[in-house]
Protein backbone atom coordinates (compact mmCIF):
# COMPACT_ATOMS: atom_id res chain seq x y z
CA UNK A 1 0.00 0.00 0.00
CA UNK A 2 1.15 3.36 -0.66
CA UNK A 3 1.64 6.19 2.00
CA UNK A 4 0.29 9.41 1.83
CA UNK A 5 2.49 12.00 0.24
CA UNK A 6 1.75 15.90 0.74
CA UNK A 7 3.39 19.04 0.21
CA UNK A 8 3.39 22.49 2.21
CA UNK A 9 4.69 25.36 0.24
CA UNK A 10 6.73 27.03 2.45
CA UNK A 11 7.57 30.90 2.98
CA UNK A 12 11.11 30.39 4.28
CA UNK A 13 13.89 29.66 2.04
CA UNK A 14 15.29 25.89 2.28
CA UNK A 15 18.26 26.55 4.44
CA UNK A 16 15.77 28.37 6.89
CA UNK A 17 13.44 25.50 6.65
CA UNK A 18 14.79 23.14 9.41
CA UNK A 19 15.03 26.34 11.86
CA UNK A 20 11.50 27.05 11.04
CA UNK A 21 9.61 23.92 11.40
CA UNK A 22 12.00 23.59 14.78
CA UNK A 23 10.56 26.51 16.38
CA UNK A 24 7.11 26.48 14.89
CA UNK A 25 6.41 22.95 15.18
CA UNK A 26 8.95 20.88 16.94
CA UNK A 27 10.10 19.08 13.72
CA UNK A 28 13.23 18.11 13.59
CA UNK A 29 14.61 17.33 10.37
CA UNK A 30 17.67 15.61 11.62
CA UNK A 31 15.72 13.09 12.29
CA UNK A 32 13.95 10.09 9.75
CA UNK A 33 11.25 10.14 11.41
CA UNK A 34 8.99 12.14 13.41
CA UNK A 35 6.13 13.01 15.47
CA UNK A 36 4.13 15.83 15.30
CA UNK A 37 1.90 17.10 18.51
CA UNK A 38 -1.12 16.22 18.43
CA UNK A 39 -1.33 13.08 15.82
CA UNK A 40 -0.77 9.77 17.42
CA UNK A 41 1.06 9.20 13.83
CA UNK A 42 5.00 8.81 12.38
CA UNK A 43 5.86 11.11 9.74
CA UNK A 44 8.68 11.29 7.28
CA UNK A 45 9.71 14.52 6.73
CA UNK A 46 11.48 15.80 3.42
CA UNK A 47 12.73 19.08 2.18
CA UNK A 48 13.15 20.39 -1.10
CA UNK A 49 13.52 23.57 -3.13
CA UNK A 50 10.89 25.99 -4.45
CA UNK A 51 8.79 24.67 -7.32
CA UNK A 52 8.37 26.90 -10.17
CA UNK A 53 5.06 27.77 -11.77
CA UNK A 54 3.95 25.92 -8.44
CA UNK A 55 0.23 28.59 -8.51
CA UNK A 56 -0.50 27.36 -12.00
CA UNK A 57 -0.95 23.64 -10.48
CA UNK A 58 -2.94 25.17 -7.46
CA UNK A 59 -5.09 27.28 -9.65
CA UNK A 60 -5.58 24.43 -12.63
CA UNK A 61 -7.32 22.61 -9.18
CA UNK A 62 -9.09 25.26 -7.50
CA UNK A 63 -9.42 29.24 -7.91
CA UNK A 64 -7.09 31.10 -6.23
CA UNK A 65 -8.02 34.78 -4.72
CA UNK A 66 -5.02 37.23 -6.18
CA UNK A 67 -3.33 37.06 -2.95
CA UNK A 68 -3.19 33.35 -2.65
CA UNK A 69 -1.59 33.32 -6.40
CA UNK A 70 0.73 36.03 -5.60
CA UNK A 71 2.20 34.35 -2.22
CA UNK A 72 1.99 30.73 -4.12
CA UNK A 73 4.43 32.14 -6.52
CA UNK A 74 6.37 33.15 -3.90
CA UNK A 75 7.19 30.22 -1.75
CA UNK A 76 10.36 29.38 -1.08
CA UNK A 77 10.55 25.72 -0.39
CA UNK A 78 8.67 22.38 0.38
CA UNK A 79 7.70 20.66 3.23
CA UNK A 80 6.84 16.96 2.24
CA UNK A 81 5.28 14.10 4.53
CA UNK A 82 4.73 10.47 3.83
CA UNK A 83 2.29 8.66 6.13
CA UNK A 84 0.46 5.64 6.50
CA UNK A 85 -2.87 5.97 8.24
CA UNK A 86 -4.76 2.37 9.48
CA UNK A 87 -8.25 4.10 10.15
CA UNK A 88 -10.55 7.24 10.10
CA UNK A 89 -9.39 8.06 13.73
CA UNK A 90 -5.43 8.19 12.42
CA UNK A 91 -6.93 10.02 9.38
CA UNK A 92 -8.35 12.91 11.42
CA UNK A 93 -4.64 12.95 13.33
CA UNK A 94 -3.22 14.43 10.24
CA UNK A 95 -6.30 16.81 9.34
CA UNK A 96 -5.38 17.99 12.61
CA UNK A 97 -1.64 18.46 12.02
CA UNK A 98 -2.45 20.32 8.73
CA UNK A 99 -4.05 23.01 10.89
CA UNK A 100 -0.78 23.55 12.85
CA UNK A 101 1.30 23.42 9.38
CA UNK A 102 -1.13 26.28 8.26
CA UNK A 103 -1.61 28.16 11.07
CA UNK A 104 2.78 28.10 11.23
CA UNK A 105 2.49 29.68 7.94
CA UNK A 106 2.32 27.24 5.61
CA UNK A 107 0.45 28.21 1.99
CA UNK A 108 -0.95 25.56 1.16
CA UNK A 109 -1.32 21.57 0.58
CA UNK A 110 -0.25 19.19 -2.54
CA UNK A 111 -1.54 15.64 -2.13
CA UNK A 112 0.82 13.60 -4.59
CA UNK A 113 -1.17 10.57 -4.28
CA UNK A 114 -4.45 12.49 -6.70
CA UNK A 115 -2.78 15.65 -7.66
CA UNK A 116 -4.86 17.63 -5.54
CA UNK A 117 -3.80 20.87 -4.67
CA UNK A 118 -5.45 23.51 -2.81
CA UNK A 119 -4.45 26.78 -0.65
CA UNK A 120 -4.72 26.65 3.30
CA UNK A 121 -8.51 28.48 3.20
CA UNK A 122 -9.89 26.10 0.44
CA UNK A 123 -8.56 22.77 2.03
CA UNK A 124 -9.94 24.13 5.94
CA UNK A 125 -13.16 24.39 4.11
CA UNK A 126 -13.20 21.44 2.45
CA UNK A 127 -11.95 18.96 5.53
CA UNK A 128 -14.43 20.69 7.91
CA UNK A 129 -17.56 19.20 5.53
CA UNK A 130 -18.94 16.16 5.82
CA UNK A 131 -16.39 14.56 3.94
CA UNK A 132 -12.85 15.39 4.50
CA UNK A 133 -11.43 12.94 2.86
CA UNK A 134 -12.77 14.40 -0.57
CA UNK A 135 -10.13 17.01 -0.28
CA UNK A 136 -7.22 13.85 -1.09
CA UNK A 137 -9.28 12.44 -3.98
CA UNK A 138 -9.48 13.28 -7.57
CA UNK A 139 -12.29 12.02 -10.14
CA UNK A 140 -10.56 11.19 -13.68
CA UNK A 141 -12.65 10.57 -16.82
CA UNK A 142 -11.79 7.84 -18.80
CA UNK A 143 -14.24 6.34 -21.76
CA UNK A 144 -18.08 6.51 -20.59
CA UNK A 145 -16.68 6.48 -16.70
CA UNK A 146 -15.87 8.12 -13.74
CA UNK A 147 -12.69 6.55 -11.69
CA UNK A 148 -11.42 7.86 -8.26
CA UNK A 149 -7.59 8.42 -8.03
CA UNK A 150 -6.05 8.73 -4.25
CA UNK A 151 -7.74 5.83 -2.49
CA UNK A 152 -4.90 3.48 -2.40
CA UNK A 153 -3.56 5.64 0.61
CA UNK A 154 -6.76 5.15 3.02
CA UNK A 155 -6.69 1.92 1.94
CA UNK A 156 -9.16 0.93 -0.86
CA UNK A 157 -9.87 0.21 -4.34
CA UNK A 158 -10.06 2.86 -6.74
CA UNK A 159 -13.99 3.35 -7.56
CA UNK A 160 -16.04 4.10 -11.08
CA UNK A 161 -19.05 4.37 -12.33
CA UNK A 162 -20.74 4.82 -15.70
CA UNK A 163 -21.83 8.71 -17.03
CA UNK A 164 -25.49 7.72 -18.35
CA UNK A 165 -29.11 8.65 -17.43
CA UNK A 166 -30.47 9.19 -14.81
CA UNK A 167 -27.12 10.24 -13.48
CA UNK A 168 -25.51 13.51 -14.29
CA UNK A 169 -21.72 13.82 -14.25
CA UNK A 170 -22.07 15.52 -10.93
CA UNK A 171 -23.73 12.89 -9.43
CA UNK A 172 -21.23 10.44 -10.10
CA UNK A 173 -18.56 12.18 -8.93
CA UNK A 174 -20.97 12.45 -5.90
CA UNK A 175 -21.92 8.68 -5.76
CA UNK A 176 -18.04 8.20 -6.00
CA UNK A 177 -17.08 10.58 -2.95
CA UNK A 178 -19.77 9.21 -0.75
CA UNK A 179 -19.04 5.29 -1.20
CA UNK A 180 -15.57 5.96 -0.52
CA UNK A 181 -16.55 7.90 2.40
CA UNK A 182 -18.85 4.91 3.87
CA UNK A 183 -16.54 2.05 3.11
CA UNK A 184 -13.55 4.49 4.92
CA UNK A 185 -15.55 5.55 7.75
CA UNK A 186 -18.26 3.21 8.32
CA UNK A 187 -16.53 -0.44 6.54
CA UNK A 188 -19.73 -0.41 4.40
CA UNK A 189 -18.42 -4.07 2.33
CA UNK A 190 -17.41 -3.14 -1.37
CA UNK A 191 -16.43 -7.38 -2.58
CA UNK A 192 -17.88 -8.29 -5.89
CA UNK A 193 -22.25 -8.08 -5.45
CA UNK A 194 -21.94 -5.87 -2.08
CA UNK A 195 -24.55 -3.78 -2.17
CA UNK A 196 -24.30 0.01 -1.68
CA UNK A 197 -26.94 2.71 -1.31
CA UNK A 198 -27.26 6.55 -1.00
CA UNK A 199 -30.50 8.48 -0.01
CA UNK A 200 -32.15 8.09 -3.54
CA UNK A 201 -30.72 5.10 -5.34
CA UNK A 202 -29.01 1.71 -4.63
CA UNK A 203 -25.60 0.46 -6.12
CA UNK A 204 -23.63 -2.98 -6.62
CA UNK A 205 -20.24 -3.59 -6.39
CA UNK A 206 -18.59 -5.09 -9.29
CA UNK A 207 -15.07 -5.98 -9.97
CA UNK A 208 -13.68 -3.86 -12.64
CA UNK A 209 -11.00 -4.99 -14.98
CA UNK A 210 -10.76 -2.50 -17.89
CA UNK A 211 -8.83 0.55 -15.41
CA UNK A 212 -7.48 3.96 -17.04
CA UNK A 213 -3.74 2.77 -15.59
CA UNK A 214 -1.30 0.62 -16.47
CA UNK A 215 -0.01 -1.70 -13.57
CA UNK A 216 4.01 -0.18 -14.07
CA UNK A 217 2.25 3.69 -13.72
CA UNK A 218 3.08 5.76 -10.69
CA UNK A 219 -1.07 6.24 -10.59
CA UNK A 220 -1.90 2.56 -10.42
CA UNK A 221 -3.95 0.84 -7.48
CA UNK A 222 -2.29 -2.13 -6.18
CA UNK A 223 -5.61 -2.47 -4.06
CA UNK A 224 -7.51 -2.89 -7.21
CA UNK A 225 -10.13 -1.16 -9.05
CA UNK A 226 -14.19 -1.48 -8.07
CA UNK A 227 -17.21 -0.55 -10.06
CA UNK A 228 -20.45 0.86 -8.90
CA UNK A 229 -23.67 -0.52 -11.09
CA UNK A 230 -26.99 1.42 -10.60
CA UNK A 231 -29.62 -1.06 -9.68
CA UNK A 232 -32.33 1.58 -8.87
CA UNK A 233 -33.41 4.60 -9.22
Known amino acids: MKPFTVAFPLPCVLEEAPKFLLEKLNIDMSKKQVMIPGSSLFYTPILQGAAEGLEAIFAEHSPLSEEEAKALAS ?119 AKWADEDREFEFKKEAKTPFAKNSPEWNAQGYARLVLRSK
Open 75 to 193: HKSLFFLEFFVKNAEEFKSFLFVTKKIFDAGALGIYVENSGCAWSAKAFLDLTSGEVPMEAFVNIIENADSLFTLGLEPFGLPDLCTAVKAPLSEDECRSVLIAAAASIFEDGAEYESG
